[in-house]
């Protein structure tokens, strides 16, 4: 059974830093595609970022330049660095992962994980 375990949420200042991390439980996490995904209360969950099992990267537009998601397949590990953080980062994250295709759209993912809060206080 796949499991995603993220971590590193936390409350933070604005204009701070963060790092969230997803653990998966699987071997064969290289051949996974893998999201971030934000979901603030009262609002649909959004799309934040993603990386290919091949290393290429695609971000939403309110987080370029200023997030950055990566990934360690020797720890099956995916991490998003959170910098010049605001308000409206305030969320829930989410990570996802699917071994079909890379996508920004939620509907696309097969695993999730539970979530981990990021508060920006102002």
């Known amino acids: 059974q796949v499991q995603l375990v993220e971590s590193g949420g936390g409350l933070v200042q604005a204009g701070g830093s963060l790092r969230l991390a997803c653990a998966l439980s699987?071997?064969?996490?290289?051949?996974?595609?893998m999201g971030w995904f934000r979901q603030a209360p009262g609002k649909e969950r959004e799309f934040v970022a993603l990386?290919?099992?091949?290393?290429?990267?695609t971000y939403a537009d309110s987080v370029k330049s200023r997030f950055t998601i990566s990934r360690d397949n020797a720890k099956s590990t995916i991490y998003l660095q959170m910098g010049s953080l605001k308000p409206e980062d305030t969320a829930a994250y989410f990570c996802?992962?699917?071994?079909?295709?890379?996508?920004?759209?939620?509907?696309?993912?097969?695993?999730w994980g539970q979530g981990t809060q990021v508060t920006v206080s102002s």
């Open positions: 990386i290919t099992r091949g290393g290429i990267t």
């Open positions: 699987e071997r064969t996490f290289s051949y996974y595609h």
């Open positions: 996802a992962a699917d071994p079909r295709r890379a996508s920004p759209k939620e509907y696309d993912y097969q695993y």
